[in-house]
C-alpha cells in the first residue's frame, strides 16, 4: 500500500458550491485577468531571453527592415526642406537691357508692379547682382578684374497664379522693348515636385511592403514556437486553458519582438546619421547652412515602436489564430 | 454526476466506436470501464472531457447537457473536471510545482492561495516536499502521482483516467488505484478506463464493460457503494 496512507489524511473538500463562486466573480475575475497577463508579460520575455541568439538574429532581420523606409522618411524629410528653398524658383525673372538706367527701371517696376495678376516684384539693381554673385559663385576674385559691371538690372516677378498663366504672363513681359530676357523655371519646378512626389509614394509603398514583410517574419516566428510547444499547448487546453490564456503569452512574445526590432531600427538610424554626420555637414556648408540636417524626432521615434509593437501583435494573432482551431489531442 | 442516454459515436471513417450507450455514475460512485483495444473506452472518456461530441444521444456531467456545450464554454466545463493520462503529460520543462500550480493558474486562482493548494494536493499523493523537482528526476510511479495531484488540485467533482496504471508494476498499479478509491470517498465521481483484469476484480467496484462500442455488461459488487 501507499507509504504515506493518503486516506487518513483526506479531507472532506466538497467542491465550491456555484453561488458561492458567483458572489465573489467581479472582483476576483478583474484580479485573475490582471495576474494571468502578469504572468504572460513576465513568461513571454523569459522566453526570448532563454535562446538570445535565436531572438537576437530575428529581431536583427527585423530591425533592418523597419530601418530602411525609415532612413528614406528622413532623406525624403530633408529633401522637401530644400524643395521649400526652391520656392524662389517660382518667380520670373526679367532681365532688362543693359545700362538702362535707374529711372526707367523704376517705372517699368513701377507698371508690372501695378498689374492685378502680379504679386510682388523685387528690383536688383546692377550693383545688387554683381555683389550676389560675387558672395555666392566663388569668383570674387576674378570680378574684381572687371572695370564695368557687365550685369543688367533684373525684376523678381512673383506672379499670383501657377501654370499656364503664370507662362502666359512671362512671354507678355517678353514682349516689353526695355527686356532683354525672361526666365521662368516652371517646368523645372513642377519636375522637381513631381519628383519629390514619386519619392514619396515609393517611400510608402516601400513602408507599407516593409511593414508586411515585418508581420510575416514575427508570425512565422510565433508559428514556430506554437509548433514547438505544441504538447504544452494540449495539456493546457485538456486542463481547461481558454484560447486567450494560451494565445496571450505568444501575443506578448509577439508585442516584444515587434517593439525590440524597432528599438533596433532606431538604433540603426542613428548609427546611418552618425556614419553621415561628417559627410554631410560639408554639403551643406558648400551650401552656405541655407538648410540643416535634420535626425529623427522624438515623435516619429516614438511611432516606430508603437508600430512595431502593434505589427508583433498582429502577427501573432495571426500565427495563433489557426493554430488553436485545432482540438488537442 | 455522468449520465450518458443512447449515446452513439461515430468517426467520419465511418466507424462506429460507440452504440445506444446508456449508463449513469452517481455522486461519490468510483467505477472502472473495461473492454478489449478499440472497444471504445477512449471514446467514452474523450466524450466526458468534451474532446469529441457524440453523434447521436445525450452526455450530462455535472448536471450539465454536453451535446448543447458552445465552444467558447468547453474550456470552463473542462475545468469541473479532472483528467488522468497513461503517459501522465506533465509539462518535463517545468517544475513539480508548476504542473501542478498549472490548472490553478489557469482558472485565476489567487497567487497566494495557489501555494497552499499545491501543497495540499500534493501531500495527498504522498509527494510532499518534491515541488521543486524536475519531472525527470521522478519514478514513472511518482510521474504518475504528480499527473494525479495535478488533476484533484482544482477539486473537481469528476475524475476520469485513461489507463492510468498501464505503465506501472502491479505494486505502483495498486498504490495509484488506492489514491482513486480514497477520492471518490471524499465525494468525486472517478471514472476509470482500463483493462488491467485482476487490479479491476481486486478494487472490487462497479464495472462497465464495452464490446465493440456495446455496453455488454454493467457489473455491480455486493457491498458496493
Request: charged share 20%.
Amino acid at each position: 500500500m501507499n507509504r504515506r496512507k493518503p486516506q487518513n489524511r483526506l479531507k472532506a473538500a466538497p467542491p465550491p458550491k456555484p453561488a458561492a463562486r458567483a458572489e465573489r466573480r467581479p472582483r476576483a475575475g478583474l484580479r485573475a485577468w490582471r495576474e494571468q497577463h502578469l504572468y504572460s508579460f513576465f513568461s513571454s520575455l523569459g522566453r526570448l531571453a532563454a535562446r538570445p541568439w535565436a531572438t537576437l538574429l530575428t529581431l536583427l532581420v527585423m530591425a533592418l527592415a523597419l530601418a530602411l523606409p525609415l532612413l528614406l522618411y528622413l532623406g525624403l524629410g530633408n529633401a522637401s526642406q530644400l524643395h521649400g528653398d526652391m520656392r524662389d524658383a517660382g518667380a520670373i525673372s526679367i532681365f532688362l537691357k543693359p545700362h538702362l538706367d535707374g529711372a526707367a527701371v523704376n517705372a517699368l517696376a513701377a507698371r508690372v508692379r501695378a498689374r492685378p495678376d502680379v504679386e510682388t516684384v523685387v528690383v536688383r539693381t546692377p550693383e545688387q547682382g554683381l555683389e550676389e554673385f560675387r558672395n555666392q559663385s566663388g569668383f570674387s576674385d576674378a570680378l574684381n578684374v572687371l572695370r564695368d559691371n557687365p550685369l543688367p538690372a533684373v525684376l523678381l516677378v512673383v506672379p499670383r497664379a501657377d501654370g499656364a498663366r503664370a507662362t502666359d504672363l512671362a512671354a507678355e513681359f517678353g514682349r516689353e522693348g526695355e527686356v532683354d530676357l525672361v526666365q521662368y523655371d516652371a517646368a523645372w519646378r513642377q519636375r522637381l515636385e513631381a519628383i519629390l512626389a514619386v519619392a514619396t509614394r515609393t517611400a510608402q509603398v516601400l513602408a507599407a511592403l516593409l511593414g508586411l514583410a515585418v508581420l510575416l517574419v514575427i508570425g512565422n516566428t510565433v508559428r514556430l514556437d506554437l509548433l514547438g510547444r505544441a504538447e504544452e499547448i494540449d495539456v493546457m487546453q485538456l486542463l481547461g486553458a481558454s484560447a486567450g490564456f494560451v494565445r496571450r503569452p505568444f501575443l506578448y512574445a509577439g508585442l516584444w519582438y515587434g517593439m525590440f526590432s524597432a528599438a533596433l531600427a532606431l538604433l540603426v538610424v542613428a548609427l546611418v546619421e552618425w556614419a553621415l554626420a561628417t559627410p554631410l555637414q560639408t554639403l551643406v556648408a558648400s551650401y552656405d547652412h541655407r538648410f540643416s540636417v535634420r535626425g529623427l524626432a522624438i515623435v516619429p521615434a516614438l511611432g516606430t515602436l508603437a508600430a512595431g509593437a502593434t505589427l508583433g501583435w498582429c502577427g501573432a494573432w495571426i500565427a495563433t489564430w489557426r493554430h488553436l482551431a485545432r482540438v488537442p489531442r | 454526476m455522468i449520465r450518458f442516454d443512447n449515446v452513439s459515436k461515430r468517426y467520419p471513417s465511418g466507424q462506429e466506436a460507440l452504440h445506444e450507450l446508456s449508463f449513469e455514475l452517481a455522486q461519490g460512485e468510483m467505477a472502472f470501464v473495461t473492454g478489449h483495444s478499440g472497444a471504445g473506452k477512449s471514446t467514452l472518456l474523450r466524450l466526458i472531457a468534451l474532446l469529441d461530441r457524440p453523434s447521436r444521444g445525450r452526455v450530462h456531467v455535472d448536471g450539465q447537457d454536453l451535446a448543447h456545450a458552445r465552444r467558447r464554454a468547453v474550456p470552463h466545463l473542462r475545468r469541473r473536471l479532472g483528467m488522468v493520462f497513461q503517459d501522465h503529460r506533465l509539462l518535463m520543462d517545468r517544475t513539480v510545482y508548476d504542473n501542478v500550480a498549472l490548472p490553478l493558474l489557469i482558472a485565476g486562482v489567487a497567487r497566494d492561495e495557489i501555494g497552499k493548494r499545491v501543497r495540499a494536493s500534493l501531500d495527498k499523493v504522498g509527494l510532499l516536499g518534491r515541488e521543486g523537482d524536475a519531472p525527470v528526476a521522478l519514478s514513472t510511479g511518482e510521474q504518475q502521482r504528480v499527473g494525479i495531484a495535478r488533476a484533484i488540485v482544482t477539486k473537481p467533482p469528476v475524475l476520469i483516467a485513461d489507463e492510468p496504471t498501464g505503465n506501472l508494476d502491479p505494486q505502483l498499479s495498486a498504490e495509484i488505484m488506492a489514491l482513486f478509491g480514497a477520492f471518490c470517498q471524499v465525494g468525486t465521481t472517478v471514472l476509470i478506463a482500463s483493462h488491467d483484469l485482476a487490479l479491476i476484480k481486486r478494487m472490487n467496484q462497479r464495472v462497465l464493460v464495452l464490446d465493440h462500442g456495446r455496453l455488454i455488461d454493467d457489473y455491480r459488487p455486493r457491498g458496493a457503494p
